[in-house]
């Protein structure tokens, strides 16, 4: 079955923390991975993609085909990070599979 | 350019009452999705149109829910015989082709609260 799962629901860091929020995959096939945010009173966003191996914000994610994995890693985390963080896997054209996300909480 | 956006912003009704949410898509975007965000569920898939078709309507979570998209545009998701377990945030997306690497842009979703 093709599944998403962050297995934390709640991260809380202190600012300065390095971060790592965990997503882990079930899928046979070459996955597209995403990470979408949702900061307060915002609609849900983009923040990265595997495909492009990009830094947004100061986070990288890298897949792991052999663990199944695509944590999301910042080494020094900012207040202004809290958010809702969600992993999502595109098995294949037009199709989502979001995980139930994890809220970090930066503290001061 | 404008965004997706969708209304009402909030819902609220009475248990077995019809509602019906909208939805407009960034112009251009011929792939619409709407999914449905629980406390605690995350956000669950419920249909996808390409154009005006549903090629997928899998997670539709009952016949009671249903969705039609107009002129390759607007959207509406209808729930008929709203129970308590309906409420939920409704969120609507939009990608340009529906393409597995498209991004997703999301609108400000629906907040439904059945009585």
Redesign the interface.
């Known amino acids: 079955a093709q599944r998403v799962t962050?297995p934390e629901?709640l991260l809380s860091v202190f600012k300065g923390a390095p971060v790592e929020l965990k997503c882990n995959y079930s899928y046979s096939g070459s996955p597209?991975l995403f990470w979408?945010v949702q900061y307060s009173r915002q609609?849900?966003?983009?923040l990265l993609?595997h495909?492009s191996r990009e830094s947004i914000k100061g986070f990288t994610a890298d897949l792991n085909k052999g663990e199944t994995s695509f944590h999301l890693k910042k080494p020094f985390a900012q207040e202004e990070d809290s958010a809702m963080y969600?992993c999502a896997l595109?098995p294949?054209?037009?199709?989502?599979?979001?995980?139930?996300?994890t809220r970090l909480k930066v503290l001061a | 350019g404008a965004?997706?956006s969708q209304s009402p912003s909030n819902k609220v009704t009475e248990k077995g009452k019809d509602v019906e949410l909208r939805c407009d898509p960034i112009s251009g975007h011929t792939?619409l999705?709407w999914?449905r965000q629980s406390l605690?569920?995350?956000?669950e898939?419920l249909i996808?149109f390409?154009g005006n078709s549903a090629?997928?309507k899998s997670g539709l979570p009952s016949d009671r829910f249903s969705a039609e998209r107009t002129g390759g545009s607007v959207s509406t998701l209808t729930i008929q015989r709203t129970q308590q377990e309906d409420s939920a945030v409704y969120?609507c997306?939009s990608s340009l082709t529906?393409?597995?690497?498209d991004?997703?842009?999301?609108?400000?979703?629906t907040r439904l609260t059945v009585l």
């Open positions: 962050q629901k597209e979408y609609r849900l966003q983009l993609r495909i969600y595109s294949g054209t037009y199709k989502y599979i979001f995980g139930t996300g | 965004g997706v792939a999705y999914y605690g569920q995350g956000l898939f996808y390409q090629p997928d969120l997306a529906g393409g597995r690497t991004t997703q842009y999301f609108g400000p979703g």
